[in-house]
């Protein structure tokens, strides 16, 4: 029997700890056969920076061409992208859609199922036995990135993302790597064209959105993400869901301009927005904006992202060099603090948008061993919001689960590294939400699907490379990387910081010397 077809049945007994995302994925399942995914339609993600598109996180991006941009549309309906649309529907699994197929061959939900469920996806079904009616679809979820713009060099990031790991290329070179690693193949400055493209195309596609993701770099200071939070306080669009991915980090942007990083009692929402203007530069007008935003109720919902993958203080500050825990916390208790204050203000019939706090636990090597301690983390914050929102559920996660730089991949780590996974994943039994429709237990505890894609990240470290000379190589590069990243960065050493990976850091040490034998003899 072909198990990717075989419908999940839910148990009677179990019905009520089985959320509506899981479900929604498993009614997708049904739907969409094979090879269809609605992201392919009703999705986009756009680096305006190098005039790139893809359809969702998992396909690599392609190149926006000029004949592309002289259609309406053309930074999403591109020609490629009509290509892979056309094979789909003819029931071809494309390759750059292989994440997902990997991960439905032993019968497992994949993303394709999951996004396919949720809201921006619903029209998607309406035209599903009529595609051609699609071929210049206007798109329901857009991500969108302006420029590469941070101040973090996070060890598993690209020049292409930030302006800080270009500066450190340009200085040092490439990493050393068997394979040179991020090479900058093109530094020529930004070209506007794209950009310029997507202000003339916004205004038509916006009433239609229903989902608006800003990305970067770090896009609380960039200029462009400024100008459509300006737009959204004057055009409120309240049937979108809007969010925005930062790091919570700005250090030389976002510090008061009384030079203090700790929080400040503050005990009404006009205060809070006060408190926004006195961060400087843009990051304080990207706070303030969104405080604005929430205060008037402009959008369906926001959700701050923050890309954080541990909680462990030397662990984050090692593997995203210009990190600062302490101010991420301040951040964090920032938006807890306004939320509880939001929540004072509905009780007084007043209609607010509160800001989700969505963590980004990128799942690699270098957070798997302190997983255990960030989702006890989640779950105390998530018992924590009880007491000052009670309606709905304000803290999420996901582990999105990391395969390049290859060395950097979980499935290259010794199968004793796999008891931390498990280790998480019976934590999250242990912890999980007890009834999604009891008005306090769906608050606490961790939703089926979030164990879900714990598992799937045990699933792929199980996936270690049967080539042997393809898994030293990974070793060697680990070391290679890491030893040199400490340097460039004046970082504490490895096995101070991973104490409890020391063995493992000895094996790539190991396979580095032996490499380097190789290559002279």
């Given at each position: 029997m072909d198990?990717?077809?075989?419908p999940t049945v839910v148990p009677r007994e179990v019905e009520k700890i089985v959320s509506n995302y899981t479900t929604n994925a498993v009614d997708a399942?049904?739907?969409?056969?094979?090879?269809?995914?609605?992201?392919?339609?009703?999705?986009?993600?756009?680096?305006?920076?190098?005039g790139k598109s893809r359809s969702c996180y998992h396909p690599p991006f392609h190149q926006i061409s000029d004949e592309d941009l002289q259609k309406p549309d053309g930074l999403h309906n591109t020609e490629f992208k009509q290509q892979q649309r056309n094979m789909m529907a003819n029931g071809i699994k494309v390759s750059e859609c292989s994440y997902c197929w990997n991960t439905?061959?032993?019968?497992?939900?994949?993303?394709?199922?999951?996004?396919?469920?949720?809201?921006?996806?619903?029209?998607?079904?309406?035209?599903?036995?009529?595609?051609?009616?699609?071929?210049?679809?206007?798109?329901?979820?857009?991500?969108?990135?302006?420029?590469?713009?941070?101040?973090?060099?996070?060890?598993?990031?690209?020049?292409?993302?930030?302006?800080?790991?270009?500066?450190?290329?340009?200085?040092y070179g490439p990493y050393g790597t068997?394979?040179?690693?991020?090479?900058?193949?093109?530094?020529?400055?930004?070209?506007?064209?794209?950009?310029?493209?997507?202000?003339e195309w916004f205004p038509t596609m916006y009433p239609q959105l229903k989902v608006l993701r800003l990305t970067g770099g770090e896009p609380t200071i960039d200029k462009n993400v400024l100008k459509l939070l300006e737009f959204l306080n004057v055009m409120p669009h309240r049937g979108l869901d809007l969010a925005v991915t930062s790091s919570l980090s700005v250090r030389r942007f976002g510090q008061y301009s009384n030079g203090a990083d700790r929080v400040f009692p503050i005990d009404n929402v006009a205060?809070?927005?006060?408190?926004?203007?006195?961060?400087?530069?843009?990051?304080?007008?990207?706070?303030?904006?969104?405080?604005?935003?929430?205060?008037?109720?402009?959008?369906?919902?926001?959700?701050?992202?923050?890309?954080?993958?541990?909680?462990?203080?030397?662990?984050?500050?090692?593997?995203?060099?210009?990190?600062?825990?302490?101010?991420?916390?301040?951040?964090?208790?920032?938006?807890?603090q306004f939320n509880?204050?939001?929540?004072?203000?509905?009780?007084?019939?007043?209609?607010v948008t509160p800001i989700q706090l969505s963590y980004i636990i990128t799942m690699n090597v270098l957070n798997v061993t302190s997983i255990v301690k960030t989702l006890d983390v989640i779950l105390k914050q998530r018992e924590a919001q009880v007491s000052y929102e009670p309606d709905r559920q304000l803290i999420w996660f996901d582990t999105p689960i990391l395969t390049a730089p290859s060395w950097q991949a979980l499935n290259i780590l010794p199968r004793a590294y796999q008891e931390y996974v498990i280790d998480a994943i019976e934590f999250m039994e242990a912890n999980k939400t007890k009834d999604v429709n009891h008005p306090v237990e769906k608050l606490l505890g961790f939703r089926d699907f979030e164990i879900?894609?714990?598992?799937?990240?045990?699933a792929f470290m199980k996936t270690t490379p049967t080539d042997m000379e393809t898994l030293h190589r990974c070793y060697s590069d680990f070391y290679?990387?890491?030893?040199?990243?400490?340097?460039?960065?004046?970082?504490?050493?490895?096995e101070k910081v991973f104490p409890e990976m020391s063995e493992f850091w000895k094996q790539c040490q190991y396979y580095s010397r032996q490499t380097r034998r190789w290559l002279k003899n």
């Open positions: 198990t990717s077809k075989k399942r049904e739907k969409l056969g094979d090879t269809l995914c609605a992201a392919k339609w009703y999705h986009t993600s756009l680096n305006l920076r190098t439905e061959k032993d019968g497992s939900l994949s993303d394709r199922h999951f996004r396919s469920g949720e809201e921006w996806a619903i029209d998607f079904y309406n035209y599903k036995d009529d595609l051609e009616k699609l071929k210049n679809v206007t798109p329901t979820y857009v991500e969108v990135m302006f420029s590469n713009t941070c101040q973090l060099q996070c060890s598993y990031c690209s020049p292409e993302y930030s302006s800080t790991w270009a500066s450190n290329i340009r200085r068997s394979i040179p690693h991020n090479i900058i193949t093109d530094d020529t400055p930004t070209d506007s064209k794209y950009i310029d493209k997507f202000w205060r809070a927005v006060n408190r926004a203007r006195e961060i400087t530069g843009n990051y304080g007008k990207y706070h303030e904006l969104i405080r604005s935003i929430c205060m008037n109720n402009s959008v369906k919902s926001f959700t701050q992202y923050v890309s954080v993958d541990t909680f462990t203080s030397e662990k984050l500050e090692y593997a995203r060099v210009n990190t600062n825990m302490n101010i991420v916390n301040v951040g964090i208790q920032d938006i807890n509880a204050l939001l929540y004072k203000t509905k009780q007084s019939d007043k209609t879900e894609r714990m598992k799937s990240v045990l290679r990387f890491f030893s040199e990243y400490e340097q460039r960065n004046k970082l504490g050493k490895f």
